[in-house]
């Protein structure tokens, strides 16, 4: 059974940085897609940051650029996003999620087929 558990969130003063973690399970991270998707109250949910672990592609949503880190850990089948220069937009839950494919970046989030219980980010001024 696939599984993905994220952790990490908490409150953060804005500029300051947080790392949070997907540990998978039931499957390995190098034969996944995994996408970072966060969703604010009253919006919909969107991808912030995906990644294809077999080829070290990565996406990034503009809004996070130069801020965010996508990265894996194939050893620990761990997938982090690194977020560091937090604003208070970016408060939300973050959720990551796998599907099955390699060497492809997947953003559309009704591609993925597994989705951990998120996470909630909260940045205050």
């Known amino acids: 059974e696939v599984q993905l558990v994220e952790s990490g969130g908490g409150l953060v003063q804005a500029g300051g940085s947080l790392r949070l973690s997907c540990a998978g399970s039931g499957f390995t991270v190098d034969d996944y897609a995994i996408g970072w998707f966060r969703q604010a109250p009253g919006k919909e949910r969107e991808a912030v940051s995906c990644?294809?672990?077999?080829?070290?592609?990565?996406y990034y949503a503009d809004s996070v650029k130069g801020r965010f880190t996508i990265s894996a850990d194939s050893a620990k089948n761990t997938v982090y996003l690194q977020m560091n220069s937090l604003k208070p937009e970016d408060t939300a839950v973050y959720y990551c999620a796998a599907v099955k494919v390699r060497h492809l970046t997947v953003v559309f989030a009704p591609l993925y087929d597994y989705w951990g219980q998120g996470t909630q980010v909260t940045v205050s001024l």
């Open positions: 990644m294809s672990s077999s080829d070290n592609s990565t």
